[in-house]
């Protein structure tokens, strides 16, 4: 039985170790287009309303931190306080957050989004289609694309403070 079970763990090292196939470095980001579930205001919109969607090219020109997380993901609830600080440090100096809820069914951030106090828009990403895009295989996985829409950063697991925020100052 304890052969079987560590024969079973094995199997799933190579999943949970691999983060991001699709995407890769000095690419460009694949654009997508997604149904804004919180902080839609954070974003503006034309006469002051707040977008539906998001587009990633919409914020082209500015640095971009993509969290990809699911309500379920124990590591996921770890690092939200740490990218929710880090979309509020330099939030004024352009940087633009985006959440992507991802392998939840639709509904379940809300409260997610409500007890972690988190003050960024976080996108929908239904049937995983956006993580299939970047090849996101395990959580929490963070993307951080240039102001050019280049991939420049690719972090698996939980981040800290301190790592997030030393590649986010390099691409402001």
């Not at 039985?1 to 000095?26: H, N, S, Y």
């Not at 991802?102 to 509904?107: A, I, M, N, V, W």
């Not at 929490?140 to 694309?145: G, K, S």
Request: glycine letters at 10%; charged letters at 20%; aromatic letters at 6%.
């Amino acid at each position: 039985m304890t052969v079987l079970a560590l024969a079973a763990g094995f199997a799933l090292v190579p999943r949970v170790t691999k983060g991001c196939e699709g995407a890769a470095l000095d690419e460009d980001a694949p654009d997508f287009s997604a149904r804004i579930v919180a902080n839609a205001e954070s974003l503006g919109g034309a006469d002051g309303v707040a977008p539906q969607t998001l587009e990633l090219s919409s914020l082209r020109g500015r640095p971009v931190v993509l969290d990809f997380w699911a309500t379920w993901c124990g590591p996921c609830q770890v690092e939200a306080p740490i990218v929710n600080t880090i979309a509020h440090r330099y939030k004024d100096k352009g940087l633009a957050v985006v959440g992507v809820n991802t392998s939840d069914e639709d509904g379940l951030a809300a409260g997610f989004i409500r007890k972690k106090g988190l003050g960024f828009p976080v996108v929908y990403d239904q049937n995983n289609t956006i993580a299939k895009q970047y090849g996101v295989t395990s959580l929490p996985t963070l993307i951080v694309v240039s102001k050019t829409g280049k991939i420049v950063a690719i972090r698996r697991g939980v981040t800290s403070d301190s790592a997030l925020d030393e590649i986010v100052r390099r691409y402001l």
